[in-house]
């Protein structure tokens, strides 16, 4: 299993490639945008793109979904249905843009190789957020941050939900890596000791 981040977009959106390397297959998650950026780096590992998958439906993390599509016709995309509902609306642009959008919920998984996808749902930043459990790795778009966690001030925010969802990823059994939607990566345990949201959520 390998991880690839590339920073894309005018405000700096985490774009993870997570890749199954015996199976040559790979899922592009939050591609926020600089598709051109995206293909290169998975031209440059040679794998075989399966999935593109969504933590949730803001521009940010959806904008180079399009001509991924077009580019890669074979994947497919993922978000939860919360969250692909706004066509027309700025925020969430995604909706209507592209065919066969696929949703996915609490429960679910997706294999990828011999990776299993396990997908939380984790609202609060917005109403469909969702963290993506792969091994010992957590994808968790703008739901927990180092240090912080996702602004709840947008529609369809929530404090009191990101509340609960980042007290059910504090509560999760042992370490995990923690790759955000913005800014850099760390661990559970870390953000246990130091995040203040975090240790807000688990005091409840």
Do not use: W
Not at 19 to 33: F, H, N, R, S, T
Not at 104 to 116: I, N, R
Not at 183 to 200: A, G, K, V, W
């Amino acid at each position: 299993m390998k991880v690839k981040v590339l920073c894309v977009g005018p405000i700096g959106t985490n774009c993870y490639i997570l890749e199954d390397e015996e199976a040559g297959l790979a899922a592009v998650i939050d591609p926020g945008d600089e598709a051109d950026k995206i293909l290169k780096a998975l031209r440059e590992d040679g794998v075989t793109v399966e999935y593109i998958l969504l933590t949730h439906g803001h521009y940010d993390h959806t904008t180079a979904v399009p001509d991924l599509h077009k580019a890669l016709p074979q994947a497919k995309i993922y978000i939860h249905r919360a969250d692909a509902n706004g066509a027309g609306n700025q925020l969430f642009p995604l909706a209507g843009q592209v065919e066969g959008l696929r949703y996915y919920d609490e429960g679910d998984e997706l294999k990828l190789g011999t990776l299993t996808i396990q997908v939380l749902h984790t609202p609060g930043h917005s109403k469909g957020s969702v963290t993506l459990k792969v091994a010992d790795v957590l994808f968790c778009g703008d739901t927990l941050f180092a240090g912080s966690c996702g602004r709840t001030d947008f529609a369809g925010g929530s404090y009191a939900e990101i509340m609960d969802s980042l007290k059910r990823l504090g509560e999760l059994e042992g370490d995990f890596y923690v790759c955000p939607g913005h800014d850099i990566t760390s661990t559970l345990e870390r953000e246990r000791r130091s995040n203040p949201f975090l240790r807000e959520a688990m005091a409840h």
